[in-house]
């Protein structure tokens, strides 16, 4: 068992095991095959070939359907598997995919989330997980980030309390991310042409349960 996960979870991932070595397929959005990359024990490195992509892609879906939908990203194939197990089975408008490492974050994969109405990043509870989601911000500052409780990731959340945990976490994201957009249309890809300090005086609040939390009408990367 991998991870602690479902053994049909893995069958239908394609994930293999010989031993104490657990081997895991990345695939293309066609579903034909990219890379393997091997597992054991905490020591990882990939098979033949070059280049990486997120984990996942295979399982997302057409356009139609996503716009209507939103994207977690987690930071690797067990969380995201383990999103995918248990959300997955009664929230058909949550898909996942799984980066294979905090710093591995490509600027291009970004194409893989134009699609979708939502994008939520769901960071480990640590400092790595912390920096891992400011790094798909930056590169993409439509997605709202958010990292699990300290010292947890998103798969031992979800085995350890309840996926509904999660659940609410990705909810409270989208619900930020719809007033947000509400208040200031933006479509996520431009940054603010000028960098600067923004005035008190130009701010403003939007409500949430009533209490009212200041925003910044300009969208921009933070870092």
């Given at each position: 068992?991998?991870?602690?996960?479902?053994?049909?979870?893995?069958?239908?991932?394609?994930?293999?095991?010989?031993?104490?070595?657990?081997?895991?397929?990345?695939?293309?959005?066609?579903?034909?095959?990219?890379?393997?990359?091997?597992?054991?024990?905490?020591?990882?490195?990939?098979g033949p070939g070059s280049g990486m992509l997120p984990y996942g892609?295979?399982?997302?879906?057409?356009?139609?359907?996503?716009?209507?939908a939103c994207l977690c990203i987690t930071e690797g194939e067990s969380?995201?598997?383990?999103?995918?197990?248990?959300?997955?089975?009664?929230?058909?408008?949550?898909?996942?995919?799984?980066?294979?490492?905090?710093?591995?974050?490509?600027?291009?994969?970004?194409?893989?989330?134009?699609?979708?109405?939502?994008?939520?990043?769901?960071?480990?509870?640590?400092?790595?997980?912390?920096?891992?989601?400011?790094?798909?911000?930056?590169?993409?500052?439509?997605?709202?980030?958010?990292?699990?409780?300290?010292?947890?990731?998103?798969?031992?959340?979800?085995?350890?309390?309840?996926?509904?945990?999660?659940?609410?976490?990705?909810?409270?994201?989208?619900?930020?991310?719809?007033?947000?957009?509400?208040?200031?249309?933006?479509?996520?890809?431009?940054?603010?042409?000028?960098?600067?300090?923004?005035?008190?005086?130009?701010?403003?609040?939007?409500?949430?349960?009533?209490?009212?939390?200041?925003?910044t009408p300009i969208r921009r990367d933070s870092l």
């Amino acid at each position: 068992m991998f991870k602690g996960l479902l053994p049909v979870t893995s069958q239908r991932a394609g994930i293999t095991t010989n031993g104490a070595l657990v081997n895991i397929p990345y695939r293309r959005p066609d579903g034909s095959l990219f890379r393997i990359r091997h597992v054991m024990g905490d020591k990882r490195w990939w098979g033949p070939g070059s280049g990486m992509l997120p984990y996942g892609l295979e399982t997302l879906p057409n356009g139609f359907v996503a716009r209507n939908a939103c994207l977690c990203i987690t930071e690797g194939e067990s969380d995201a598997l383990a999103l995918r197990e248990t959300l997955g089975e009664y929230c058909a408008g949550v898909f996942c995919l799984g980066c294979p490492g905090a710093s591995a974050w490509k600027e291009e994969w970004e194409v893989y989330l134009d699609a979708f109405r939502f994008v939520v990043v769901l960071g480990d509870g640590d400092e790595a997980g912390d920096l891992f989601t400011r790094r798909v911000q930056s590169s993409y500052p439509r997605a709202v980030g958010a990292c699990m409780p300290v010292g947890e990731d998103v798969r031992s959340v979800v085995q350890g309390e309840s996926a509904d945990v999660v659940l609410e976490i990705v909810k409270e994201c989208v619900e930020l991310e719809a007033m947000i957009r509400k208040h200031f249309p933006w479509d996520g890809r431009q940054r603010a042409a000028v960098e600067r300090e923004v005035p008190a005086e130009e701010q403003t609040t939007i409500d949430m349960d009533g209490e009212a939390v200041p925003v910044t009408p300009i969208r921009r990367d933070s870092l």
